[in-house]
């Protein structure tokens, strides 16, 4: 299975994003998109990873991180097995290199990270 995250960038403070995280190869597992949950993390500048958002493989239970909620939105389409992350009213807090994920029971595939920096 592989990951490809897409859609960081700079912007202002106040601006949104939308990052994208393409999955495939699940043909050989015997396994779908949709088995898995879901998510992200990031990194932000001298500090550890932290879970941003995940979603169901169904779509219907999500998380969010304290710092995010209602800033941030997590969804899925799986038929194109891909995530996404929405984040509006960014602040410069939230810059850090964003890594999507997929999980299932203790297999966890990450994607390479994508970089968003949030200018004040």
């Known amino acids: 299975v592989q990951l490809q995250a897409f859609g960081g960038g700079l912007v202002q403070a106040g601006g949104s994003l939308r990052l994208s995280c393409i999955a495939s190869?699940?043909?050989?597992?015997?396994?779908?998109?949709?088995?898995?949950?879901v998510g992200w993390f990031r990194q932000r500048p001298g500090k550890e990873r932290e879970a941003v958002a995940a979603?169901?493989?169904?779509?219907?239970?999500?998380y969010y991180t304290d710092s995010v909620k209602g800033r941030f939105t997590i969804s899925r389409d799986n038929a194109k097995e891909t995530m996404y992350l929405q984040m509006n009213s960014l602040q410069p807090e939230d810059t850090g290199v964003y890594y999507c994920?997929?999980?299932?029971?203790?297999?966890?595939?990450w994607g390479q990270g994508t970089q968003v920096t949030v200018s004040s």
């Open positions: 994920f997929a999980n299932l029971g203790r297999t966890v595939h």
């Open positions: 979603v169901t493989g169904s779509g219907d239970g999500t």
């Open positions: 190869g699940f043909s050989d597992s015997g396994l779908t998109f949709s088995d898995y949950a």
